[in-house]
T-cell receptor, first 112, second 112 residues
Framework: GAVVSQHPSWVICKSGTSVKIECRSL??????MFWYRQFPKQSLMLMAT?????????EQGVEKDKFLINHASLTLSTLTVTSAHPEDSSFYIC????????FGQGTRLTVV | GENVEQHPSTLSVQEGDSAVIKCTYS??????FPWYKQELGKRPQLIID?????GEKKDQRIAVTLNKTAKHFSLHITETQPEDSAVYFC???????????FGTGTSLTVIP
């Protein structure tokens, strides 16, 4: 079946630094990928829709300058958390649609 | 945008009993409704989905029903087993390839 791979799975960074998370569709092409954020024991909140070759569409309340999304190819979308702060610590997860929506394994970001 | 509500937030059942989780949605244009199972720290896994032209779908012990008029859909798990214990999320989408809006999740515990 279709596989979405996300990297890294766990990252710890210092406050003020930037972190890049990659989301790859391994055996299918995805013109659109989605980025979600999940706090402990909470649901997945859609952050943005990543569109190949064009600008991402952000959900209301999500800072586009803080969460930079690049979808440079049909198999890769990246989310960069810029100038990270402790409140950005969360589980970030991407998804792409093949025959169904498949999720990456998620990235646990801890900002110290 | 779409608003998906999910009940109950927690559910405990005895092994062998049935479990029912209900969701409502607000956008009548939504026409694709997947259900995901998420174990702690892992990616959501699609367990079943239903499209708006179908009222019910079944896959072994799992079934989903959809009432488009009332804008609600439900997940039914029969003969529950301890390995069914997880958090279950419903979601709604306007088309299968579009972004999902998730319910708040139901933490299911199956007691042996």
């Amino acid at each position: 079946g279709a596989v979405v791979s996300q990297h890294p799975s766990w990252v710890i960074c210092k406050s003020g630094t930037s972190v890049k998370i990659e989301c790859r569709s391994l055996d299918f092409q995805a013109t659109t990928m989605f980025w979600y954020r999940q706090f402990p024991k909470q649901s997945l909140m859609l952050m943005a829709t990543s569109n190949e070759g064009s600008k991402a569409t952000y959900e209301q309340g999500v800072e586009k300058d803080k969460f930079l999304i690049n979808h440079a190819s049909l198999t890769l979308s990246t989310l960069t958390v810029t100038s990270a702060h402790p409140e950005d610590s969360s589980f970030y997860i991407c998804s792409a649609f093949g025959l169904a929506a498949f999720f990456g394994q998620g990235t646990r970001l801890t900002v110290v | 945008g779409e608003n998906v509500e999910q009940h109950p937030s927690t559910l405990s059942v005895q092994e062998g009993d049935s479990a029912v989780i209900k969701c409502t949605y607000s956008d009548s244009a939504s026409n694709y409704f997947p259900w995901y199972k998420q174990e702690l720290g892992k990616r959501p896994q699609l367990i079943i989905d239903i499209r708006s032209n179908v009222g019910e779908k079944k896959d072994q012990r799992i079934a989903v029903t959809l009432n488009k008029t009332a804008k609600h859909f439900s997940l039914h798990i029969t003969e529950t087993q301890p390995e069914d214990s997880a958090v279950y999320f419903c979601a709604a989408s306007k088309t299968p390839g579009n972004q999902f809006y998730f319910g708040t999740g139901t933490s299911l515990t199956v007691i042996p």
